[in-house]
């Protein structure tokens, strides 16, 4: 039996069957994934299920993805971050796809921000678009605990956000 400890939650008591299993599982996913993207990290969600991290980068565009452990690898990612890099020393984030509240978003924009500071890129910006003002507060609440600036424009529902890596 494995005690686990999130500093968000509660503890959480996983036995050693379940963990046995995902542990097994990331093996075999990793082993997929790797084939064609560079595995990133491995992480933990805030329900204390594994995650493998792994990305596409060419350079021009980064797509930080995440697949649970849960089950076997089919090929596609379960959350993903799409982001391009722009000429003024930014990355400018272009899409979030995947689940809500599973904790996803927020180990997959850890690791976009890492890449930022790793590669010397001090800012990431996005665009709040009109098709997102049904969960809007959801994204401000999600962004600003990220430590990104939040600046809309209620009347043209819209917006941008922008995050400064203070090297």
Sequence with gaps: MLLLQNPDQQEKTIDGEELQFQIFRMQENMKQIAKKWEVIGIDQTKDDSLVIVYA?????????????????????????????????????????????????????????????????????????????????????????????DVMLDKEDKSGEIVWSNHF
């Design 56 to 148: 596409f980068d060419d350079g021009k565009q980064c797509k930080i993805m995440l697949n649970e452990c849960d089950s076997a690898f089919q090929g596609n990612w379960d959350f993903s971050i799409q982001a391009t890099y722009k000429k003024d020393n930014r990355i400018h984030i272009g899409d979030i796809k995947g689940p809500s509240n599973r904790g996803y978003g927020s180990i997959c924009m850890n690791y976009l921000k890492e890449r930022a500071k790793d590669n010397n890129i001090p800012t990431i910006t996005g665009d709040i678009a009109e098709r997102d003002w049904g969960h809007v507060d959801r994204l401000i609440h999600f962004y600003e605990k990220h430590n990104f």
